[in-house]
């Protein structure tokens, strides 16, 4: 195993550099983890500001309005996708709701009547589809000959009614923890590939010296045994990287971790790891210039956090942007994490994906491997 202690040798070289990177990505998350919030034990509504589409113009969408007006502050919104995202995304509103023309026969036939977009950064959108859902469904109920009595309804809408949550042990659910264990997660996607791409670039870098290769090449040990042997210290080291962490986030939050999900954001992390550590191989076997495998490691990271959902949620991408991101395992690393109920069938799509692009990676890597040896 000489080939495998020299790779750990040349990796206590760039400790520095792995642990600046912790130091600063601790640091935010000690931050994040002030600021959220804790959770609430009783039901709350907030005054939201809330963007109106009204393509109806009718009674129906008229009372619906005055409704969500009452607690709640009206904002007149253009009908266009990305100016509407974009407000959501800056903050000027937290909810959008389109009423299309034929909102009235859409609610007499008890279909989906009106299109919903919310900021998902704020746990107190939820109440906007609750809002909606509550008019509508009196609406209904007061419906006679095809005609809404609104007054009726208006009169139903006033009463109050006091809700408590009840703890119900252990094994509940915050939404608000797990909220966090999601965006945490998400960023060591972003950190995995930064790490992953420029140190063991760098440590790559150094075994494709020429006077390295050269005694690599008179040596006794055969050079499948050698590569072998660098690739156990690439696994070992990218394994040692993603755990460190891992605990780190468990570390943050050991005392709600039983409120989430863990399993899956482990599975989630490590098949990712396993992908972008096949990408790390490929790109190590397109060039060997330092220069080259630090950009690479920062346009890499930057630009599939961006597109995937890491920095900006997916929900707020539009889709030549996400459809850029399936491109890339990162997008169905993110979507893994931010799964709000998941089962094993839920997961195994993204996880397939994410390995069969670690298996491309891989091969296309040992093409340009065997490629190199013949030159």
Not at 51 to 69: E, H, P, Q, R
Not at 123 to 136: A, C, D, G, R
Not at 232 to 252: A, C, E, H, R
Not at 266 to 280: E, G, H, K, P, R
Request: aromatic share 12%; hydrophobic share 45%.
């Amino acid at each position: 195993m000489t080939v495998y202690r020299y790779f750990i040798k040349i990796t206590t070289r760039y400790k520095w550099i792995i642990l600046g990177y912790a130091a600063i990505f601790f640091l935010l998350s000690v931050i994040s983890s002030i600021n959220t919030k804790t959770k609430e034990t009783a039901f709350m509504e907030e005054s939201l500001n809330i963007g109106i589409v009204d393509d109806s113009k009718g009674s129906l969408s008229d009372g619906l309005i005055d409704y969500l007006g009452k607690n709640n502050t009206i904002v007149e919104m253009e009908n266009d996708i990305d100016y509407i995202k974009d407000q959501i995304f800056l903050e000027v509103v937290d909810a959008v709701i389109i009423i299309p023309q034929d909102f009235q026969s859409r609610v007499e036939n008890k279909e989906e009547s009106v299109e919903i977009f919310r900021d998902d950064r704020k746990m107190e959108s939820l109440q906007i589809e609750n809002q909606v859902n509550k008019f509508l469904v009196f609406s209904n109920a007061t419906r006679r000959d095809g005609k809404f009595d609104l007054a009726r309804v208006k009169d139903v809408l006033k009463e109050k009614v006091n809700v408590d949550v009840l703890k119900t042990g252990p094994t509940s659910k915050n939404s608000g923890t797990d909220a966090w264990f999601g965006i945490y997660f998400n960023f060591i996607g972003y950190i995995v590939i930064t790490i992953y791409i420029l140190v063991i670039g760098l440590i790559m870098a150094e075994f494709n010296d020429k006077n390295i290769r050269d005694r690599m090449r008179i040596s006794s040990k055969k050079f499948l045994k050698s590569n072998a042997e660098i690739y156990l210290g690439q696994i070992t080291l990218g394994m040692l990287i993603t755990t460190i962490f891992i605990l780190g986030g468990i570390i943050l939050k050991g005392k709600h971790i039983g409120e989430v999900d863990l399993s899956r954001y482990l599975i989630n992390a490590y098949v990712f790891s396993f992908a972008i550590l096949c990408f790390t191989f490929l790109i190590n076997n397109l060039t060997t210039s330092r220069f080259a495998i630090s950009g690479v490691s920062t346009v890499v990271s930057l630009g599939t956090a961006f597109v995937s959902g890491v920095f900006v949620p997916q929900e707020l991408l539009g889709e030549k942007v996400l459809a850029m991101a399936k491109f890339f395992p990162m997008y169905y690393y993110v979507r893994i994490n931010n799964m709000k109920a998941v089962s094993a069938m839920d997961m195994s799509y993204g996880l397939r994906m994410q390995l069969l692009f670690g298996a491309i990676f891989l091969l296309t890597g040992l093409g340009f491997s065997r490629a190199k040896q013949k030159i």
